[in-house]
């Protein structure tokens, strides 16, 4: 007999959804072709690191990153995942709005990966608020704070605009461990509301997990308001495939002459 797990935080179970859905190399690829486009010579900041996918291969390599999320309970994993590779990376729990003051104008690249920025505020607790242009506008300000002039922000957001009907997606692989794995995530959109819906049942071996979580329905327009707001110029779409098929990677350069416009703290 199989039980049904809820799990009460992706965090448990996330990293073994990842392997099995999402492409950890082109994640790499794309993220060293984005530091190559801008020439990188400081810092960058992955401030959404998450449980650490993809940006834990780029500390192996090498790369200079800070490490910041607003989720504790993603940190946890990734000191874990991080102690796992021999690494010792300290992350940082931060929201987005407060980087520009904890980090004021210090990187050269922040990266917000991972389809993170349609998930803001939402990934704890699950609860989606309103959806607001305003607050998208906040979160990316907060970005723009933490980058000097002339910086990029590289961030992946869904490619296309999906059907009102769910869509169903079947993935097969193995975990880390070797034992197999089934995923099959059902995604409903509320374009009303701009509220989407993810469900994701999940087997790994012998048990399965079930979690959920809701985001934004965040276009490319919306993020190009909101780019524009935050003294973003020469917005352009990555060439090559992103860490999901469905997702496409932006690069924005913060301008050199203009400093980031004050956005009102009101969320
Ligand atoms: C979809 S997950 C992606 C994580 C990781 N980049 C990956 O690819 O697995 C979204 C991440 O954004 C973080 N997040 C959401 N809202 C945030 C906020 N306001 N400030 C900081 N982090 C936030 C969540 O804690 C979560 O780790």
Redesign the pocket.
């Known amino acids: 007999m199989t039980n049904t797990f809820a799990v009460d935080h992706p965090a448990e179970v996330?990293d073994i959804y990842?392997n099995v859905c999402?492409d950890e190399n082109r994640f790499v690829a794309q993220s060293i072709a984005a530091f190559d486009t801008i020439g990188l010579n400081g810092s960058v900041l992955d401030?959404?690191?998450?449980?650490g996918?993809?940006t834990i291969r780029l500390l192996e390599l090498g790369y200079s990153l800070v490490c910041?999320?607003?989720?504790a309970e993603?940190l946890d994993r990734f000191r874990h995942n991080c102690i796992e590779a021999g690494l010792s990376n300290d992350a940082i729990c931060?929201?987005?709005?407060d980087l520009g003051r904890m980090f004021p104008e210090v990187f050269d690249m922040v990266m917000c990966?991972?389809?993170?920025l349609a998930?803001?505020?939402?990934?704890?607790s699950d609860t989606a608020l309103e959806f607001d242009p305003g607050r998208v506008i906040t979160?990316v300000a907060g970005m723009a704070g933490a980058l000097r002039p002339g910086g990029a922000l590289l961030v992946d957001l869904p490619s296309a605009r999906p059907d009102t009907s769910p869509s169903i997606l079947e993935h097969q692989g193995f975990c880390p461990a070797g034992r197999p794995v089934t995923v099959i995530e059902e995604i409903s959109t509320d374009h009303e509301t701009r509220i989407r819906h993810w469900d994701v049942a999940m087997t790994v071996g012998h048990r399965n997990y079930r979690f959920a979580r809701s985001s934004y329905l965040l276009d490319l327009n919306t993020l190009r308001d909101a780019l524009d707001a935050c003294g973003f110029t020469s917005v352009r779409s990555l060439p090559g495939s992103s860490?999901r098929d469905h997702y496409q990677t932006v690069v924005a350069i913060k301008q050199r002459s203009q400093p980031t416009r004050r956005i009102a703290a009101g969320r």
Do not use: K, Q
């Open positions: 996330i990842l999402a401030c959404a690191v998450g449980t996918f993809g910041s999320d607003g989720s993603m931060a929201r987005w709005e990966r991972g389809n993170s998930y803001a505020d939402t990934w704890d979160h860490v």
